[in-house]
């Protein structure tokens, strides 16, 4: 069973136990929430379509989240030769949306299976010793020497190039 419903301007497929995302609604989180714009509904292969909305048809969800932020959008405006670009960016605020119920029928329930105690068996079998030798102190490992440092020699001076003289050739 799914219904296409209109949530806040826009046309959401939905079905019992989905959730889905949807502008920013003045609903807080864990409240209860009711579509009534039902524009079509499909139950195991029998459709009504609704002129333009089906009368009496409600479309029951709970608010997860009212504080989801979308990716960010960037808009970018330019005008060529004139030397106008302006760049924005924008984030849309979501509330996320779980449906719970189309026209009354309301979602499978999930089966959650249940913990079992574990028991413990007390056929522990004798542990094994293990014998453990004493440790002999580690015997202190003789110091490298330390390192040497390469004593560096002043450079030798070149003898100056003569350069020619002015007017003497």
Request: glycine content about 8%.
């Amino acid at each position: 069973m799914y219904a296409i419903v209109e949530i806040a301007g826009q046309q959401f497929k939905v079905e019992n136990g989905k959730k889905i995302f949807v502008h920013r609604l003045e609903a807080e989180e864990g409240t209860k929430v009711d579509f009534d714009q039902v524009l079509l509904i499909e139950d195991e292969g029998k459709i009504t379509i609704g002129e333009p909305v089906i009368k009496d048809a409600v479309v029951e969800g709970v608010v997860l989240d009212d504080k989801v932020r979308g990716d960010k959008v960037i808009v970018f405006k330019k005008k060529r030769k004139k030397g106008y670009r302006i760049k924005n960016g924008h984030r849309q605020n979501f509330s996320q949306v779980e449906i719970i119920s189309i026209n009354g029928v309301g979602a499978p329930k999930k089966v959650t299976p249940k913990k079992e105690a574990k028991k413990v068996e007390e056929t522990e079998a004798p542990v094994k010793e293990k014998k453990v030798a004493a440790r002999k102190p580690a015997a202190k490992k003789e110091e490298a020497p330390a390192k040497k440092t390469a004593v560096k020699k002043p450079a030798e001076k070149k003898p100056a190039a003569k350069k020619p003289a002015k007017g003497k050739e």
